[in-house]
């Protein structure tokens, strides 16, 4: 069955350093990733994605990374800044599916 | 430009009540879809629909739990008889084109359900 996971369930990180958020997924068939953002008492929001002819992808101070040899995806975030303290969730799907699926998510809290 | 729309944001309701959740999908968007979350864990599939039909309930228990997305008016979860169980965050996620074009879903700010 298809699983995604997070090696790292919390993280905390300086203002103004770089954080990385990690997940791994099991399903070799995902072909579409997309990283979210959760803030408390709010619906994820949607940050980046990226397919799977792609190994790297830049928005706007943020990378995800996908290393497919070994079913993993990454988060940057450049200068973390206190905004960014909130629940990242990373989520697979694949071309022949209906629905993602979500792994547990990593907190990630921003100290001043 | 409204997002997602749900509501109640919060609901409360004592076990055997039926709750009844609402959706509006972003304009345009004919694709929707349910999703429950525990505190503190991702979400999990529920069930996918289109204008006046249910596409994939896969993730939607068999008894107690319906959904539907009428050709007019908002998406509604509904949860007979309900049990203590069922306390969780439903969010609603909408998209403009089937979940395998590879697009993303955009969720609304989730309906809070709890039973007393």
């Known amino acids: 069955g298809e699983s995604v996971g997070l090696h790292l369930p919390t993280l905390s990180v300086q203002e103004g350093d770089n954080s990385i958020i990690n997940c791994a997924y099991s399903?070799?068939?995902?072909?579409?990733f997309i990283w979210y953002k959760q803030e408390s008492g709010k619906g994820p929001q949607f940050i980046i994605d990226?397919?799977?002819?792609?190994d790297k992808r830049q928005g706007q101070r943020v990378t995800v990374l996908l290393n497919k040899t070994v079913k993993h995806l990454s988060l940057q975030i450049a200068a973390t800044q206190p905004g960014d303290s909130a629940v990242y969730f990373c989520?697979?799907?694949?071309?022949?599916?209906?629905?993602?699926?979500f792994g547990t998510g990593t907190s990630l809290t921003v100290i001043p | 430009n409204a997002g997602v729309m749900q509501n109640p944001r919060h609901l409360v309701r004592r076990r055997g009540q039926e709750a009844r959740l609402r959706c509006s999908p972003m304009?345009?968007?004919?694709?929707v879809y349910w999703y429950r979350q525990l505190p503190e864990e991702g979400l999990k599939f529920m069930v996918y629909?289109?204008?006046?039909?249910?596409?994939?309930e896969s993730g939607m228990p068999k008894e107690r739990f319906s959904a539907e997305f009428p050709k007019e008016g908002p998406s509604i979860l509904r949860i007979q008889q309900v049990v203590r169980g069922d306390s969780a965050a439903y969010f609603c996620?909408?998209?403009?084109?089937?979940?395998?074009?590879?697009?993303?879903?955009?969720f609304g700010d989730g309906t809070r359900l709890s039973i007393l």
């Open positions: 399903n070799s068939a995902s072909d579409y």
């Open positions: 990226i397919r799977s002819n792609m």
């Open positions: 629909l289109q204008k006046e039909n249910i596409i994939d």
């Open positions: 989520a697979e799907a694949s071309y022949t599916g209906n629905q993602f699926y």
């Open positions: 304009k345009g968007h004919s694709h």
């Open positions: 996620a909408s998209s403009q084109n089937r979940q395998g074009s590879n697009q993303p879903q955009h």
